[in-house]
Nanobody, 125 residues
Framework: QVQLVEFGGGLVQPGGSLRLSCAAS????????MGWFRQAPGKEREFVAA????????DYTDSVKGRCTISRDNAKKTVYLQLNSVKPEDTAVYYC??????????????????WGQGTQVTVSS
């Protein structure tokens, strides 16, 4: 069983940057594609970014392309989300998610078997 814990949320000013971390424990991390999702109040959970188990393939939703980087350190069993030039519409609870081993990245939340508890990100001046 894989446990995921997110870190790094908080209050960020518009135009600033944030870096979220997701630490995995219990189970194999290096063989799992990982994703980040977010859910704003009153909205459905949406895909933000994903990275393959090797780190060689990434995918981003259009609203964050060019200002977002997902990365992973398999030795540290951690996946990161760097988001620059943040906007108020980036305000949401951000969730880390993991797929079953040796499966490709996907955008649909239902494709992910493991989830963290989420971390709140608020973009406001």
């Amino acid at each position: 069983q894989v446990q995921l814990v997110e870190f790094g949320g908080g209050l960020v000013q518009p135009g600033g940057s944030l870096r979220l971390s997701c630490a995995a424990s219990g189970g194999t991390f290096s063989t799992r594609a990982m994703g980040w999702f977010r859910q704003a109040p009153g909205k459905e959970r949406e895909f933000v970014a994903a990275i393959s188990w090797s780190g060689g393939t990434t995918d981003y939703t259009d609203s964050v392309k060019g200002r977002c980087t997902i990365s992973r350190d398999n030795a540290k069993k951690t996946v990161y989300l760097q988001l620059n030039s943040v906007k108020p519409e980036d305000t949401a609870v951000y969730y880390c998610a993991g797929r079953t081993s040796y499966t490709p990245i996907r955008r649909a939340a239902r494709e992910y078997a493991y989830w963290g508890q989420g971390t709140q990100v608020t973009v406001s001046s």
